[in-house]
T-cell receptor, first 115, second 114 residues
Framework: AQSVTQPDIHITVSEGASLELRCNYSYGATPYLFWYVQSPGQGLQLLLKYFSGDTLVQGIKGFEAEFKRSQSSFNLRKPSVHWSDAAEYFCAVDRGSGTASKLTFGTGTRLQVTL | DGGITQSPKYLFRKEGQNVTLSCEQNLNHDAMYWYRQDPGQGLRLIYYSQIVNDFQKGDIAEGYSVSREKKESFPLTVTSAQKNPTAFYLC?????????????FGDGTRLSIL
């Protein structure tokens, strides 16, 4: 069965500093990988996705993520954090090509931004 | 504007009562999903539907029921058999049920027990 680990429950960064949120997955084949963001009391918004090809993917709001097969990781990065980035971030893995969706989420990382 | 509408935003249930959460989408998506979110946990799949008049149990279906009579609508009923219903419920949809179709989420319904 697939699984996702987000080892950091809570991260605090200063506005303007760089950010990296960690995500490790477990899946027997090549997965599809996603990062979602959730503001308090809101639904989830898709930041970016990886299916295949270039292992560095660009998303919305200046975020990017890098797929590293050897490390089973899909870390989310942003070079300069804005106060509006404060939210909860979820990494998710789905089964790969030719299958019905079974999206599995990590437990989330709450990002706090200090001014 | 296309999107997913969940209502109500807040819902209160008395002990022994069934309640129904609404989810409507105008994205013309075939697949729809219901998730439950508890503090400190990721989202867990309750039910999903690939097409009209079809639905499948997810990982935590006990105490819940759904219907899919229209493409646009996928209501979730939390029955009295669900012993711990207090949670944030999220509805999602995708173009098809294939895993290469990202899921889009509504803004959720928070259910509390009186």
């Amino acid at each position: 069965a697939q699984s996702v680990t987000q080892p950091d429950i809570h991260i605090t960064v200063s506005e303007g500093a760089s950010l990296e949120l960690r995500c490790n997955y477990s899946y027997g084949a090549t997965p599809y990988l996603f990062w979602y963001v959730q503001s308090p009391g809101q639904g989830l918004q898709l930041l970016l996705k990886y299916f295949s090809g270039d292992t560095l993917v660009q998303g919305i709001k200046g975020f990017e993520a890098e797929f590293k097969r050897s490390q089973s990781s899909f870390n989310l990065r942003k070079p300069s954090v804005h106060w509006s980035d404060a939210a909860e971030y979820f990494c998710a893995v789905d089964r790969g090509s030719g299958t019905a969706s079974k999206l599995t989420f990590g437990t989330g990382t709450r990002l706090q931004v200090t001014l | 504007d296309g999107g997913i509408t969940q209502s109500p935003k807040y819902l209160f249930r008395k002990e022994g009562q069934n309640v129904t959460l609404s989810c409507e989408q105008n994205l013309n998506h075939d697949a729809m999903y219901w998730y439950r979110q508890d503090p400190g946990q990721g989202l867990r799949l309750i039910y999903y539907s690939q097409i009209v008049n079809d639905f499948q149990k997810g990982d935590i279906a006990e105490g819940y029921s759904v219907s899919r009579e229209k493409k646009e609508s996928f209501p979730l009923t939390v029955t009295s058999a669900q012993k711990n219903p207090t949670a944030f419920y999220l509805c999602a949809s995708s173009l098809t049920v294939n895993s290469n179709q990202p899921q889009h989420f509504g803004d959720g319904t928070r259910l509390s027990i009186l």
